[in-house]
C-alpha cells in the first residue's frame, strides 16, 4: 500500500521554541493532506486540511497562527508548531490522499511533541 | 453533519474469544465505511473498508458489513489474539475529498 512519513518521530522542545514536523507521501502524489491531533486515550481531532499550492483550511478552533501549514509539493506537507507551550505537547499524526482522490487515507506513523 | 459513534471502551477479552466493536453512523449522502487499527505509539493503519452497502471489508480475521438499513458497521473477529491489543476507530469518508469522520475509538486488551 501507499506509504506516508512523518519526521521527527519524536520531538522534545522548550517553551516558546518552533518546532516544524514534516509528511511525507513516498510512492504516490497527494493533492490533499490533513493534519491531526490526539490526545492521550482520546481519538484524532482534525486540526486543517492541506492542499497543495494554496492555504490550508483550519478547523473551528484552531489557531491558524500557532500552527502553520506549508503544502510546497505534491509529496511534503509540514506543520510548524510556533512558539510551543506545554499545553501543545500531543501526538500529531498526517495523513494523504493520492492524486486520483480515491476514499482511502494513508495515515504517517505520527510524531510525539513534548514541550518542557 | 456526518459523525459516527462507536461502543465505548476498554474492552478486555481472553485470547480467543469472539471479538464485536459496535459501529453505527450518520451520514447525508452514501459513505464509504472504514476501520482503523492503531497499535501502542503508532499511527493508524488501514484494517478493512467497504464502499457500498452490503459490502463485506475483510483482513488479518477481522470482518465487517456495510449495512445502510441499520447504518451500522460492526467489526467482528472470531477469534482474538494477544497481538491484536490496540485502539480501533470506526470512520466514514462521504466526498471524495473531504476528511474521514472518526468515532472516538475502542481499546481492546487481549490477555492470555
Known amino acids: 500500500g501507499a506509504v506516508v512519513s512523518q519526521h521527527p518521530s519524536r520531538v522534545i522542545c522548550k517553551s516558546g521554541t518552533s518546532v516544524k514536523i514534516e509528511c511525507r507521501s513516498l510512492?504516490?502524489?497527494?493533492?490533499?493532506m490533513f493534519w491531526y491531533r490526539q490526545f492521550p486515550k482520546k481519538s484524532l481531532m482534525l486540526m486543517a486540511t492541506?492542499?497543495?499550492?494554496?492555504?490550508?483550511?483550519?478547523e473551528q478552533g484552531v489557531e491558524k497562527d500557532k500552527f502553520l501549514i506549508n503544502h510546497a509539493s505534491l509529496t511534503l506537507s509540514t506543520l510548524t508548531v510556533t512558539s510551543a507551550h506545554p499545553e501543545d505537547s500531543s501526538f500529531y499524526i498526517c495523513?494523504?490522499?493520492?492524486?486520483?482522490?480515491?476514499?482511502?487515507?494513508?495515515f504517517g506513523p505520527g510524531t510525539r511533541l513534548t514541550v518542557t | 453533519g456526518d459523525s459516527v459513534t462507536q461502543m465505548e471502551g476498554p474492552v478486555t477479552l481472553s485470547e480467543e474469544a469472539f471479538l464485536t466493536i459496535n459501529c453505527t453512523y450518520t451520514?447525508?449522502?452514501?459513505?464509504?465505511l472504514f476501520w482503523y487499527v492503531q497499535y501502542p505509539g503508532e499511527g493508524l493503519q488501514l484494517l478493512l473498508k467497504?464502499?457500498?452497502?452490503?459490502d463485506k471489508g475483510s483482513n488479518k480475521g477481522f470482518e465487517a458489513t456495510y449495512r445502510k438499513e441499520t447504518t451500522s458497521f460492526h467489526l467482528e473477529k472470531g477469534s482474538v489474539q494477544v497481538s491484536d491489543s490496540a485502539v480501533y476507530f470506526c470512520?466514514?469518508?462521504?466526498?471524495?475529498?473531504?476528511?474521514?469522520?472518526f468515532g472516538k475509538g475502542t481499546r481492546l486488551s487481549v490477555i492470555a
Open positions: 495523513s494523504a490522499r493520492d492524486f486520483a482522490g480515491n476514499y482511502e487515507q494513508y
Open positions: 510512492d504516490f502524489q497527494a493533492t490533499t
Open positions: 492541506s492542499n497543495e499550492g494554496s492555504k490550508a483550511t483550519y
Open positions: 451520514a447525508t449522502g452514501y459513505p464509504s
Open positions: 467497504a464502499t457500498k452497502a452490503d
Open positions: 470512520a466514514l469518508s462521504d466526498l471524495g475529498n473531504t476528511p474521514l469522520v
